[in-house]
């Protein structure tokens, strides 16, 4: 969708520079962390919105042609591999159609996973 921009610094910058319904796939993740794990540090980090708790990543997300990355590390996606089988992934990301609803309830459950993960508690 765009370069790489690594003189954002903040979220909503790097937000607003998408399309209106691009933007608002973007913002409805940013708050789905923030509910999900509310202690999660908010930054910029490689030009796209990052989440780290207890200084480690947590989700990474970003906006492309035709999708929205999104990026819990390998064990996130490794955790979920059968419930992500709608989505091409990779190592550590997955892929989410920009022309299909965001699958809020996975994302919600891989970003708890990764939360109890980096806490320790799983």
Do not use: C, W
Request: proline share 7%; no cysteine.
């Amino acid at each position: 969708m765009r370069k790489m921009n690594l003189d954002i610094t903040t979220v909503d910058e790097y937000i607003k520079g998408y399309p209106k319904e691009v933007g608002a796939n973007l913002r409805a993740l940013r708050a789905l962390v923030h509910k999900e794990a509310p202690k999660a540090l908010e930054g910029i980090r490689y030009g796209m919105p990052a989440y780290k708790l207890n200084g480690k990543p947590l989700v990474y997300f970003a906006g492309y042609t035709g999708h929205i990355g999104f990026y819990p590390t390998p064990s996130g996606v490794l955790e979920f591999k059968k419930e992500l089988v709608k989505y091409k992934t990779s190592k550590g990301a997955v892929q989410l159609p920009l022309d299909k609803p965001i699958p809020t309830a996975l994302l919600r459950k891989i970003i708890k996973f990764r939360a109890k993960e980096i806490l320790g508690k799983n």
